[in-house]
């Protein structure tokens, strides 16, 4: 438990877009998906690495066809 | 394969994690080999040129999804396919470097006189079954109407007329579109889009599944994916978001722009290629495809109980089911089982007896079954064997 609440604690502190960044225009959603969706974003909030950028530097492979 | 990580944790080196994908997305890619058995009377350079075209297309409702462009990912942005961008070469031996659409392996583990080996090492290694389903599905169809070409020349001709200019830039062309409207130049000069020569396909598929429902007819099982195949294809089509719980890009790109929506991110964003990593996690509680599946937000083709079954059972109507069940019965006196061969070391015996397995559909349980439930021993199967 202490540790999803450590994740959602840094999500927010890392990625709630600041005032003056240029925001992506927000993707077109379907009508009446956007419920759905969001009820599947809030269930996924809880498993995300909580350091995104590192996840990704660290995710490497070697060898492999 | 999450068993055996599981298994690992307590050790050092230990937990280990496993991604079911196909790309780091530091330059390195790793395959989903598939493999077909194919007749051998098709001439190989045929078979590649009849296929292609559907290859490089079928990413539409096979692709995996990946967040980044190009073999780094250097470019910021969505495809459909884990590894279009790997893919250098219409035909080639390598899997490793110079990837080609159709690779030339040919190690058919079965009478070489009668069967070729076709190897493809172009698709994702999908975790939406459907996606799976389809993938094998439509390829084994379009590969049994090459074999049938003699038999259905109008479908021959519809899928001769398809030969793309640039086979290998439009596996990438294919991937960039997310839209699925670009479109692809033939080598006739007529230009369509990927799902116009998905749909090309499909409809040689269901002509031939009409004129073989004259004869003995096709079954069950090729219907069944040939409906699935054009209830996707309209889909994607006309109403995208009812493919989500069938086709993983589209249902990885719902997820994406969600947390886009949401949260404000741009396609670099480093959330958004956690997010596509994490997808592949086999992690039920880690993996975002998971968390999918267990709030029902994608299909299921095959149930639990089946999956443990294959685990340790081989399905009934092939070879597999004989060496499986000799295995598991009289394991004990097998000294090797290969693709096409089981050596048997039967007590008393003067010397090892080979069961050659060189036709992969003998060996049933409708072939053996009830030999092998009369036999008490492996020596009491092989005096069987002999007698068939």
């Given at each position: 438990?202490?540790?999803?609440?450590?994740?959602?604690?840094?999500?927010?502190?890392d990625d709630v877009p600041d005032d003056d960044a240029t925001p992506t225009p927000?993707?077109?959603?379907?009508?009446?998906?956007?419920?759905?969706?969001?009820?599947?974003?809030?269930?996924?909030?809880?498993?995300?690495?909580?350091?995104?950028?590192?996840?990704?530097?660290?995710?490497?492979?070697?060898?492999?066809? | 394969?999450?068993?055996?990580?599981?298994?690992?944790?307590?050790?050092?080196?230990?937990?280990?994690?496993?991604?079911?994908?196909?790309?780091?997305?530091?330059?390195?890619?790793?395959?989903?080999?598939?493999?077909?058995?194919?007749?051998?009377?098709?001439?190989?350079?045929?078979?590649?040129?009849?296929?292609?075209?559907?290859?490089?297309?079928?990413?539409?409702?096979?692709?995996?999804?990946?967040?980044?462009?190009?073999?780094?990912?250097?470019?910021?942005?969505?495809?459909?396919?884990?590894?279009?961008?790997?893919?250098?070469?219409?035909?080639?031996?390598?899997?490793?470097?110079?990837?080609?659409?159709?690779?030339?392996?040919?190690?058919?583990?079965?009478?070489?006189?009668?069967?070729?080996?076709?190897?493809?090492?172009?698709?994702?290694?999908?975790?939406?079954?459907?996606?799976?389903?389809?993938?094998?599905?439509?390829?084994?169809?379009?590969?049994?109407?090459?074999?049938?070409?003699?038999?259905?020349?109008?479908?021959?001709?519809?899928?001769?007329?398809?030969?793309?200019?640039?086979?290998?830039?439009?596996?990438?062309?294919?991937?960039?579109?997310?839209?699925?409207?670009?479109?692809?130049?033939?080598?006739?000069?007529?230009?369509?889009?990927?799902?116009?020569?998905?749909?090309?396909?499909?409809?040689?598929?269901?002509?031939?599944?009409?004129?073989?429902?004259?004869?003995?007819?096709?079954?069950?099982?090729?219907?069944?994916?040939?409906?699935?195949?054009?209830?996707?294809?309209?889909?994607?089509?006309?109403?995208?978001?009812?493919?989500?719980?069938?086709?993983?890009?589209?249902?990885?790109?719902?997820?994406?722009?969600?947390?886009?929506?949401?949260?404000?991110?741009?396609?670099?964003?480093?959330?958004?290629?956690?997010?596509?990593?994490?997808?592949?996690?086999?992690?039920?509680?880690?993996?975002?495809?998971?968390?999918?599946?267990?709030?029902?937000?994608?299909?299921?083709?095959?149930?639990?109980?089946?999956?443990?079954?294959?685990?340790?059972?081989?399905?009934?109507?092939?070879?597999?089911?004989?060496?499986?069940?000799?295995?598991?019965?009289?394991?004990?006196?097998?000294?090797?089982?290969?693709?096409?061969?089981?050596?048997?070391?039967?007590?008393?015996?003067?010397?090892?007896?080979?069961?050659?397995?060189?036709?992969?559909?003998?060996?049933?349980?409708?072939?053996?079954?009830?030999?092998?439930?009369?036999?008490?021993?492996?020596?009491?199967?092989?005096?069987?064997?002999?007698?068939?």
């Open positions: 438990m202490a540790d999803r609440e450590q994740q959602q604690h840094v999500r927010r502190e927000p993707p077109a959603a379907p009508q009446g998906q956007d419920a759905d969706v969001d009820a599947l974003l809030d269930d996924i909030d809880d498993v995300l690495e909580a350091n995104a950028e590192q996840f990704v530097r660290g995710f490497v492979q070697k060898g492999g066809q | 394969m999450l068993a055996a990580a599981r298994e690992l944790a307590p050790f050092p080196g230990g937990p280990v994690a496993l991604y079911k994908n196909n790309v780091d997305g530091k330059g390195a890619s790793y395959g989903c080999h598939e493999n077909f058995l194919v007749r051998r009377d098709v001439p190989f350079a045929e078979l590649a040129q009849l296929l292609m075209p559907f290859l490089v297309t079928r990413q539409v409702f096979a692709g995996a999804g990946r967040v980044g462009l190009g073999q780094t990912g250097a470019d910021a942005g969505f495809q459909l396919a884990q590894r279009s961008d790997y893919i250098e070469a219409e035909i080639g031996l390598e899997t490793t470097l110079r990837r080609p659409i159709v690779n030339t392996r040919d190690e058919p583990h079965a009478d070489r006189q009668r069967w070729r080996r076709l190897h493809l090492i172009i698709g994702d290694a999908n975790l939406l079954e459907v996606a799976t389903y389809l993938k094998l599905g439509t390829t084994s169809l379009v590969l049994g109407l090459i074999e049938r070409r003699d038999e259905l020349p109008a479908a021959y001709a519809r899928l001769a007329a398809l030969r793309l200019a640039d086979p290998v830039g439009d596996v990438q062309r294919v991937s960039h579109d997310p839209t699925l409207t670009t479109t692809l130049r033939l080598a006739d000069g007529r230009e369509l889009t990927a799902l116009e020569i998905q749909r090309t396909y499909l409809d040689a598929a269901r002509e031939a599944v009409d004129a073989l429902a004259a004869g003995a007819g096709p079954d069950d099982e090729t219907r069944a994916v040939v409906d699935r195949w054009a209830r996707v294809l309209h889909g994607l089509e006309h109403d995208r978001a009812s493919v989500a719980g069938q086709v993983e890009w589209v249902a990885k790109l719902r997820i994406l722009d969600g947390l886009r929506r949401r949260d404000g991110l741009d396609w670099d964003h480093p959330r958004l290629a956690a997010t596509d990593l994490q997808w592949s996690d086999v992690r039920p509680e880690r993996g975002i495809y998971h968390r999918l599946l267990a709030k029902d937000a994608v299909e299921r083709v095959v149930t639990e109980q089946e999956v443990a079954r294959a685990v340790h059972h081989p399905p009934d109507d092939t070879r597999a089911y004989f060496r499986g069940e000799v295995m598991a019965r009289y394991g004990e006196h097998v000294s090797a089982a290969s693709w096409d061969s089981i050596i048997f070391d039967v007590p008393g015996a003067p010397s090892l007896q080979r069961v050659p397995m060189p036709d992969p559909e003998r060996g049933t349980r409708g072939h053996l079954g009830d030999l092998l439930d009369r036999s008490a021993d492996a020596s009491a199967l092989l005096a069987g064997l002999s007698g068939t």
